[in-house]
C-alpha cells in the first residue's frame, strides 16, 4: 500500500458504520459524515435553520468548550489515518481537530458512550484544519478499536468524515472447524497491490453482498499490448482453500476472456517477486454477467492468492472459503 487512503474505510456506512451521537447538529446532520457519495453543493437552497450543507455542522458556540460526535466503525480495526474532508466549508470549517478511540465490543448506547465509564484514549492530538480541503492525518493507532470521537475545535462544519485501517475481527471468526471466507474485508481479507485500477477499484472484490453496480467492482483499462491484469489478496489468515466464488455481475462487455488464481505461503514479509506461486484454478473462461463457482480444491496452507485475469476485464466479487492453520 502506497497511502493509507488505500486501506478501506472501517467506519464506512455500507460495512456497518453508524453515527451514534453529537452534541449538537444545528444546521446539519452528523449522519451525513459517513455518506458513501462526495459532498454536494446547492446553491442558493436553504432549511428553516439556514444554508443547506451536505455534511456535519454545528451552530456558532458563544461558550467555552468544543463540539464532538461520535462514530461507530462498522468492522472493528487499528486505524492508519484519519480523513477530515471539509468541502465546501469556506467561513464556517472548525480551526482544529482531534481523535480519541475506544474499544467496547456489542452495541453500546449513545448514553453509555457519553457517560464516564468509557475510556477515551488519544489517537489524533489538536491538528489545524483547511477550509474546502480533503485534511489527510497517518496515525500510529494499532490497537483494536469499535468507536471514535471525533472533536472539533470551537465549532462548524465537516462534510465527510474517513477512518482508513485494517480490519481485526473477533477470534472466534477463525476457529479450525469453521468455514469462512478468507479474503472477506469483514474478516480482515485485504487487496495488497494490482497490476491496473482505471475503472474501479481492487479492494471491492472483497466487500459484503453482491454488487449494485459495474462500478461496484474491480475494472482495469483496455489492455492494447501484451501481458495480462491481476490483483493480490493477503488472507485474513493463513489457511487452505477448498472452495472459490467469482462473480462478474453487471460486467457484460467488458468481463474478463479467461481468469487463474494461485496461492503462495509467503508468511509476514510478503514480496510478491520473490514467492514461489501455486496454481489453485487453472485458466478457464470467464462468463460475462454470471457467477462461477469451483469446489474440492487444495490450496494452500496459504497467506496470500493471486487473481489473474486475460487479458483486462472487470470482476465484481471474490469469495475464497476455507480453513484458518496456524503456522
Known sequence: MSSFTDLPDIAAERLGGAVVAANDEFFASKNN???????????????????????????????????????????????????????????????????????????????????????WEPLLPKVSLKGDTLNLFPVEGRMRVTHVRLNIFPDGGIARFRVHGEVMPAEDVFRSDKDVDLAAIDNGGLVVSCSDMHYGNPGNLLLPGRSTHMGDGWETKRRRGPGHDWAIIRLARRGTIHRVKLDTDHFKGNAPGSAMLEWCDAGATFDGANVQWNVLVPEVPIHADARHRWENLSGGPATHVRLNIYPDGGVARLRLFGHAVKR
Open 33 to 119: 459524515l459517513i455518506k458513501p457519495n462526495p459532498p454536494e453543493w446547492r446553491e442558493g437552497k436553504f432549511t428553516s435553520r439556514g444554508k443547506w450543507m451536505d455534511g456535519w455542522e454545528t451552530r456558532r458556540r458563544r461558550t467555552p468548550g468544543n463540539d464532538w460526535v461520535i462514530v461507530k466503525l462498522g468492522l472493528p480495526g487499528s486505524i492508519h489515518g484519519i480523513a477530515i474532508d471539509t468541502k465546501y466549508f469556506t467561513g464556517n470549517f472548525p480551526e482544529a481537530a482531534s481523535i480519541d478511540t475506544c474499544c467496547v465490543d456489542g452495541d453500546p448506547s449513545a448514553n453509555r458512550l457519553t457517560s464516564e465509564e468509557i475510556i
